[in-house]
């Protein structure tokens, strides 16, 4: 119709050509070794009939039948794997069975080839039997080939497309299967119905990870040829050929690189998927316009010629009259757009997003209004990818396209934003707003005004009890991003009190609601303590701790939030939506928020929270544990804030809370649990001070078997590693029998190759404050943590080597942790009164080349003012003795590092590095020009 025409003129006009790409035929060998009905290998009759049996047992209703079929397969593929694959392979193709048992026999051999360890199975496959490999090729080929298998059991076929891929990707980059993909192209072309076969192409295209390595040029264009051949407009092809044929493009697109760079042949790939986007079945626009997303996410930079034609058939998409799933791909297209510009920098955006505001703007905002009448959070739609599409949008245009967007969308939202309006329009009109504030996942920035930000709240607060749930979350999100991003909107005389009430009443609502109620009040409470007009001065007798103002607008509803969000954290339904999770993170939030003259008020909420985590009470205790175990770190920090008197026996009751709720998360081994543990422990003994010496061999002693538990997140491992440093440094050193222990676990877990790299750089840290706890005493340890350290310093190199980002920021902390740990050394042996500078002195020379390195790292920058202090330790620890020094310092590094630390930023690196030029000239005169 119209579009066709329209696509028609644009590529003619843009004198588009056939794809130039080489034809290809089959080879003798080809077209022979793989002649369906060859039988190369194979079972006897009779290991056919028992699988039979087994593979029908497999179906039954009867559950010990199964398990009985399920145990004897098992048994069959150990005794011979390569004839029980065979038996499959011949099973699945056997036309005289049930569709039933074919496609059980194909799934179990999918699932023995596909699957995890696959480059074990790989290994596995390329040993077997190579009669075996020819022969499940054969049958599996047939079977693509056979028309009434692909029309009949598309299980089957999914399953066989899957095999074959496995099989492509493991022989084709050996050798073993050479002219695979010219063979299954050529089959393609000239099969009865080619569905199966381009379905295999698809697999195997997005199977192969190796990508452009996998296939060369011509096997590209080969793949390319033959599915372009598939959508030719004139050959009138089925729509499951057409589907299935663009559904593989979508695989091959990443791999057609040079196909793209060639303007004819992009243009012909360009036309032929507008074409089929203009397609009367849904199904193949639907395919058609995820293609075309892909050839986007990939070829940005590429489309600019395209985009009028593009514009043109997504606006045909986006109409009231398209199919919903094709609007859904139109939408897709447009925010995969809208976030390649969002983080793209100026000079490779082409603000496609800046043209889209003044054209296709109405459409998205239309289609924020859902067609369903059923509220259904679950469905994924139209109107909440056009949310998504509209949150992108408003991230990706520059500021000066702002005016336009308001000019379009301000308007959209005040004729909708009435409670007498259906809550589709309600809907739609919330979540527009939400956008233009910055959207929920925080990527964009508020462009509303205060006043038109404050028009909206009072229109939003009225919704904030509408009958609609949809609705009712929304508001509390608008609420809550008011509150973020406009603050002084929320801080208003006589706005935050009603309007935090509002929606604390929220909390009772359904479990979605209130959890979205709970991050609003979050928000709410944060915004009140950062206040800058709160009160600030703290009258005399006001308890001492770590509360900031003398008040704040939290202050007048502080009693009640607690006691609101207290009984929503113990909801019988406070498990559904994470919501005791949120109660609990909000009720953290109103602790750090509360000024002085809540100090009541927490007391009383101290003895409360001390009250359920009683571990007298085991049950409880438990349960306490398992969902509420993020509040321990805000007891600690009302313990610290209000001071030891404010409730009696708190601290005492707090550490055996702590130690108990260690060793339950221990034997329960549940990792957050005992994460939120550690975290919360290590404020309370830094407040303590002195005083942890009576329970620092429980916590050293838990800490350890923490560290021993399989599978410790790294993220664990540092916080224990915190834990033991803060011990050690506070309160001293626990018993020698708890550090010979906790030392041998820790030079286990840094020799360990199994151990988590991440986690390393912390036990090493861990170890440098051992030692300066220990000074020379730590003389038990020196010698392996010498070995060790040695062995980490060898797999240090500069940052600027490093691959990706992970591996430098791996290597920056891999240099702080080897620096501290010489430092620490040289500190507990070189400086200390009765430390033995005859033992430190052998490693300080492999310690100042360790520091050069780091100083002449420039990614290393934050990593210099310690290499900088390590030499100077160096310096210390032989008093000045220039000979034996100067044979440690390297004149070129310090000339390149020194300059540029006496102009750093950091004061101390200024400081240190002045320190050690008064001292480093003596040995190299010509330094005194630096």
Not at 18 to 33: I, M, Y
Not at 220 to 245: E, F, G, K, Y
Not at 512 to 524: E, G, M
Not at 863 to 877: I, R, S, T
Request: net charge negative; with cysteine.
């Amino acid at each position: 119709g119209k579009m066709s025409r329209l696509t028609d003129k644009f590529f003619n006009d843009r004198q588009s050509r056939t794809l130039n790409l080489a034809p290809h035929s089959l080879s003798s060998r080809d077209s022979t070794e793989y002649k369906v009905g060859v039988r190369l290998w194979g079972p006897t009759m009779d290991d056919m009939n028992e699988l039979r049996r087994a593979l029908e047992a497999t179906l039954s209703s009867d559950g010990l039948k199964r398990n009985t079929a399920a145990s004897w397969l098992e048994q069959a593929k150990t005794v011979d794997r390569d004839m029980f694959l065979s038996c499959l392979s011949v099973q699945m193709t056997d036309e005289a069975e049930s569709s039933e048992v074919r496609v059980t026999a194909a799934l179990m051999l999918k699932n023995e080839l596909v699957g995890r360890n696959q480059d074990e199975k790989i290994a596995q496959w390329c040993q077997s039997d190579p009669e075996l490999r020819d022969a499940l090729k054969q049958k599996a080929l047939g079977l693509m080939n056979d028309p009434r298998a692909s029309a009949a059991v598309p299980a089957l076929v999914s399953s066989t497309a899957q095999i074959l891929a496995f099989i492509a990707t493991a022989e084709i980059p050996h050798g073993m299967w050479p002219g695979a993909i010219t063979m299954i192209c050529e089959m393609t072309r000239t099969a009865t119905d080619p569905t199966a076969l381009i379905t295999t192409l698809g697999y195997i295209c997005n199977s192969t990870e190796g990508g452009a390595e996998f296939f060369d040029d011509d096997q590209v264009n080969t793949i390319l040829t033959t599915l372009c051949s598939m959508m030719r407009p004139d050959d009138r092809r089925p729509q499951r050929v057409l589907t299935a044929a663009i559904r593989a493009l979508s695989t091959v697109i990443v791999l057609c690189a040079a196909n793209f760079e060639t303007s004819e042949e992009r243009d012909y790939l360009m036309r032929t998927l507008c074409l089929m986007a203009e397609n009367e079945d849904p199904n193949v626009q639907v395919a058609a316009l995820e293609c075309l997303v892909e050839v986007m996410a990939v070829y940005y930079h590429l489309m600019e010629p395209y985009m009028h034609i593009l514009y043109g058939l997504t606006c045909q998409a986006l109409s009231d009259s398209a199919d919903d799933r094709v609007t859904l791909q139109a939408i897709e297209f447009w925010t995969t757009i809208f976030e390649i510009e969002k983080d793209s920098v100026d000079k490779a955006c082409l603000f496609f997003g800046d043209s889209a505001c003044e054209s296709l703007l109405p459409q998205i905002l239309n289609r924020l209004v859902s067609k369903s009448e059923d509220e259904d959070p679950d469905e994924w739609e139209s109107s909440k990818a056009a949310q998504l599409c509209f949150c992108a949008l408003t991230s990706c245009v520059r500021p000066e396209s702002d005016s336009t967007l308001l000019e379009c969308t301000v308007p959209f939202i005040t004729s909708r934003l009435e409670p007498s309006q259906r809550w589709q329009e309600l809907n739609a009109a919330l979540s527009a707003l939400n956008c233009l504030l910055g959207g929920k996942w925080g990527t964009g920035r508020n462009i509303l005004s205060d006043s038109v930000c404050d028009m909206f709240r009072e229109r939003v607060c009225e919704l904030v009890s509408d009958e609609s749930p949809t609705v009712r979350e929304n508001a509390v999100d608008a609420l809550g991003l008011i509150a973020e991003r406009v603050p002084t909107v929320i801080l208003q005389t006589g706005v935050f009190v009603p309007t935090y009430e509002l929606v604390l009443q929220s909390l009772a609502d359904e479990p979605r609601v209130a959890v979205r109620a709970c991050a609003c009040l979050s928000q709410f409470s944060t915004t009140a303590a950062e206040d800058e007009r709160s009160v600030d001065d703290v009258e005399d007798g006001s308890p001492s701790g770590t509360m900031g103002t003398a008040s704040n607008q939290l202050s007048p509803v502080f009693s009640q939030a607690c006691q609101a969000v207290w009984a929503t954290s113990n909801r019988i339904d406070s498990r559904e939506a994470n919501l005791c999770v949120y109660a609990c993170t909000l009720l953290c939030d109103l602790i750090a928020s509360a000024a002085h003259d809540c100090a009541d008020h927490l007391s009383s909420l101290l003895t409360l929270l001390l009250a359920q985590f009683d571990p007298s009470d085991e049950a409880n205790f438990r349960k306490a544990l398992e969902q509420k175990s993020i509040l321990l770190y805000s007891m600690s920090e009302l313990v610290i804030g209000l001071g030891r008197d404010a409730v009696k026996n708190a601290e005492q009751s707090l550490v055996e809370i702590f130690a108990t709720g260690f060793a339950v998360s221990l034997a329960d081994q549940r990792i957050d649990t005992t994460e939120d543990l550690v975290l919360a422990i290590q404020p309370l003994i830094e407040h303590l001070g002195p005083r942890t010496d009576d329970f620092s061999d429980v916590f050293i002693s838990l800490a350890v078997e923490t560290l021993i538990l399989p599978f410790v997140p790294w993220k664990l491992t540092a916080s224990c590693c915190g834990l033991i440093s803060d011990i050690f440094t506070i309160s001293g050193p626990p018993s020698r029998e708890h550090c010979d222990r906790l030392m041998a676990r820790l030079f286990l877990d840094l020799a360990d190759p199994d151990k988590d790299r991440a986690a390393k750089p912390h036990v090493l840290l861990c170890l440098g404050d051992i030692a300066m706890a220990l000074t020379a005493d730590y003389v038990a340890y020196f010698d392996e943590t010498v070995t060790i350290l040695n062995q980490a310093v060898q797999s240090v190199t500069h940052s600027s080597d490093c691959d990706d980002d992970d591996d430098t920021e791996f290597m920056l902390n891999l240099q702080q942790g080897c620096i501290h740990v010489y430092t620490s050394l040289a500190a507990a042996f070189g400086r200390s009164e009765s430390g033995d500078s005859s033992r430190v002195q052998p490693i300080l020379e492999s310690a100042t080349k360790f520091a050069s390195l780091v100083l002449t790292d420039e990614i290393a920058s934050a990593n210099h003012c310690d290499a900088l202090g390590l030499m100077a330790d160096v310096w210390d620890v032989f008093n000045g003795d220039q000979q034996e020094l100067a044979r440690f310092f390297d004149q070129d590094v310090l000339v390149m590092g020194l300059p540029k630390a006496l102009r750093s930023r950091n004061p101390k690196t200024v400081e240190i590095a002045h320190f050690l030029k008064d001292r480093v000239v003596r040995i190299f005169p010509t330094l005194s020009e630096v």
